[in-house]
């Protein structure tokens, strides 16, 4: 089983909607959560950290499941340039693992 | 302050060529991660240092590839004897303090090409 397992997509979704990624990891001393977004081409970038009790940033809200050992990312009123990969980051045994990425398209 | 910083941002090179891949971390950062990133993939995990430290090198595909970082800073990527299936993106980042607490600040990247 890989350590962190993402559904790669690509999720097609039209402006303004609500779309929702999950992410499952293996290691249950897990202790640290990341959302990170990466355009075409680039370098990923730190999109918002998860905690424990859940977290907002305008339209996006991370939550932690520890019980079911996943976590989820929640972007509302979707937007033409959220347009990208959403990687999940877990700590595992000792240094971050990324998952592969779920792509999102958002169309007008 | 500076980020991250890689060079060559790009390196077109023949089959067979070493390359040596430079990453300066950001200042103070102890955690300094190699990744590689070919075309429409995911992030592969080369290796990982951390502070003094024996670095974690589980991710490196062959013995063709090895890592150093001198005085906890500045790391050197190298590849010997590149083959075709070298090419892609390698990605370096750096973090505060621990690794496990703290998220990941990347570079631009150097895109390799063997030829």
């Known amino acids: 089983r890989k350590e962190v397992e993402q559904d790669p997509g690509p999720f097609n979704v039209p402006e303004g909607a609500t779309v929702a990624f999950n992410c499952t990891y293996s290691n249950s001393a897990s202790q640290s959560f990341f959302w990170y977004r990466q355009d075409c081409r680039k370098e990923p970038k730190l999109l918002m950290s998860v905690y424990s009790s859940g977290n907002e940033d305008g339209r996006f809200t991370a939550q932690l499941n520890r019980a079911s050992q996943y976590i989820s990312l929640l972007i509302r009123d979707s937007k033409l340039s959220d347009s990208a990969t959403y990687l999940c980051v877990v700590n595992g045994f000792q240094k971050l693992v990324f998952g592969t990425g779920t792509r999102l398209l958002v169309s007008p | 302050g500076a980020g991250v910083s890689q060079s060559p941002s790009n390196k077109v090179t023949e089959k067979g060529k070493d390359v040596e891949l430079r990453c300066d971390p950001i200042?103070?950062?102890?955690?300094l991660y190699w990744y590689r990133q070919s075309l429409g993939q995911g992030l592969e995990f080369l290796i990982y240092?951390?502070?003094?430290?024996?670095?974690?090198k589980s991710g490196l595909p062959s013995d063709r590839f090895s890592a150093e970082r001198t005085g906890g800073s500045v790391s050197t990527l190298t590849i010997q004897r590149t083959q075709q299936e070298d090419s892609a993106v390698y990605l370096c980042?750096?973090?505060?303090?621990?690794?496990?607490?703290?998220?990941?600040?990347f570079g631009n990247g150097t895109r390799l090409t063997v030829t």
């Open positions: 980042a750096s973090s505060l303090a621990r690794a496990d607490n703290s998220p990941l600040h």
């Open positions: 200042s103070g950062h102890t955690a």
């Open positions: 240092f951390q502070g003094n430290s024996a670095p974690d």
